[in-house]
């Protein structure tokens, strides 16, 4: 399978396009913080999650899922912090969302400046 690796900005109109292939319109997306990078258009977070550890030699510690709706661009549905990846106990997160509020933040400001309208 390829995923689409982001680490310069991508368009606004190529998630739309990728989220066609998803029943609810999102795109699942599994972003590195540390690297500040983005795998993008599988059908599973872990599968990203994976190709990232593999090819972009990330540390899991540093991998979070989270859902992108393009549609909702610019609104507070716009990102969704949901993903089985996240559950991880030994980081403090016991819940498939991103609990750490900073944590949420650095996901946004990253996912903000790689992908442009």
Known sequence: MKY???KNPIKLSELKDMSKKMEDCLVKAVI????NVMTVDASMHVDEEQYMLEERESMQKNL???NL???EFNTNKWIEFDS????RPWQQNRSRG???VATQSKIRDIVNKLVQE
């Open 4 to 6: 689409v690796s982001i």
């Open 32 to 35: 590195d913080v540390e690297l």
């Open 64 to 66: 979070w899922g989270i």
């Open 69 to 71: 709706y393009p549609f």
């Open 84 to 87: 089985m990846i996240n559950i």
């Open 98 to 100: 991103v609990e750490c």
